[in-house]
């Protein structure tokens, strides 16, 4: 049982950036790769960000490398979504993701706009 947490989400201009932070429950958080997502309006679930378990592998969508960054902190649990210069089009709903013991756990979501 994985339960997940998101937050740091709000409204930004054009450029700005936000930290997004997943909490996670899990003992075995250490163990687990996690995963970022979002979800504009009317439009499908989107990959954004994974980091594996210990931190040292990471992978990007395409339209965000080099303006986001995914790190973790296995000690409190916690995995991070560090985004730059931000564009309307990252306007979504934005949640952390991980499989563990065959099934996908995702958290409640956190609001990104980004607006002038």
């Known amino acids: 049982q994985v339960q997940l947490v998101e937050s740091g989400g709000g409204l930004v201009q054009p450029g700005g950036s936000l930290r997004l932070s997943c909490a996670a429950s899990?003992?075995?958080?250490?163990?687990?790769?996690m995963r970022w997502y979002r979800r504009a309006p009317g439009k499908d679930r989107e990959f954004v960000a994974d980091i594996s378990s210990g931190g040292s592998l990471t992978d990007y969508a395409e339209s965000v490398k080099g303006r986001f960054a995914i790190s973790r902190d296995n000690a409190k649990r916690v995995v991070y979504l560090q985004m730059t210069n931000l564009k309307p089009e990252d306007t979504a709903l934005y949640y952390c993701?991980?499989?563990?013991?065959?099934?996908?756990?995702w958290g409640q979501g956190t609001q990104v706009t980004v607006s002038s």
């Open positions: 993701n991980t499989r563990s013991g065959g099934y996908d756990y």
């Open positions: 899990a003992l075995n958080f250490g163990s687990l790769t």
